[in-house]
């Protein structure tokens, strides 16, 4: 029997005050291990998407299945707990302040029931190993640097065990010297299976990372292709702009 799609999305539409249009008619399927990297200009509608797929954004209309099961009609219970399997890492690490670096980390799935209290430190303490961040499990958040945070909240993601990560522009809030850290992370995760979907401006992660590209522009999916011909020969006249538009920029 052929699986499900970890993920799919069909015909969603995000309308937000005002008649703005945000999503238009967006059908997208992720499968199992697979990383998908979402890229687009500012305004596409791109971390809409990741969000509605999350349950941050409530949709205007169409639907969206996890592992074939409709996700509409979600009590906040619910969504909950489909947060605690589609994990997300926002641009700013939302980490909890007060607490040190590995209270951060098990505090979630202590509070799921997903582990008990040896196993989440235990848990923990394989994360940030992953993370090369093992001689911070007693720091203060503060006391770390922003690509150091945000490892962590990469690390505390992970801890729920989740069946997909979604990144929302995960290294826009970093110095240069620190995106280097955070994108060697998500490569790591992306070798070893962990299904992604990631909105990104970073184009070498794209292409060496991700299993699809999916361009977005005006709220529409434009274009999907593999990296290697995405970034060679992109089909539409609007992928063509953007790539020359960034090849100029760092050109």
């Not at 589609?86 to 098990?106: D, E, R, S």
């Not at 505390?156 to 240069?176: G, N, Q, V």
């Not at 299904?195 to 990104?200: K, L, P």
């Amino acid at each position: 029997m052929i699986q499900p799609p970890l993920i799919n999305v069909s015909g969603l539409c995000k309308e937000f005050r005002g008649g703005i249009r945000a999503l238009n008619d967006i059908n997208l399927s992720v499968n199992r291990g697979e990383v998908v990297v979402i890229l687009g200009p500012s305004g596409s509608g791109k971390s809409t998407l990741i969000r509605c797929i999350n349950g941050l954004e409530e949709t205007t209309s169409g639907e969206i299945k996890v592992e074939g099961k409709s996700l509409a009609g979600n009590s906040e219970r619910k969504w909950r707990n489909h947060r605690l399997e589609v994990g997300m890492v926002f641009q700013n690490y939302a980490l909890f302040p007060h607490l040190n670096v590995i209270k951060n980390i098990t505090l979630a799935p202590l509070r799921a029931g997903v582990l008990k209290k040896e196993e989440a430190v235990q848990e923990a303490r394989r994360l940030l190993e992953l993370v090369g961040l093992a001689a911070k499990e007693n720091s203060p958040v503060a006391s770390l640097s922003g690509g150091q945070q945000q490892r962590i909240a990469i690390c505390r993601a992970l801890a729920m065990k989740p069946k997909a990560i979604l990144f929302d522009e995960p290294t826009s809030a970093l110095d240069p010297e620190m995106v280097g850290e955070v994108l060697s992370v998500m490569r790591r995760l992306a070798d070893e299976g962990v299904t992604m979907i990631c909105v990104t401006h970073e184009m070498g992660f794209a292409k060496s990372a991700a299993d699809r590209i999916v361009f977005m522009d005006k709220g529409e999916i434009v274009e999907e292709a593999p990296p290697q011909k995405f970034f060679s020969a992109p089909e539409s006249d609007r992928s063509r702009r953007f790539l020359d538009l960034i090849s100029s920029h760092h050109g």
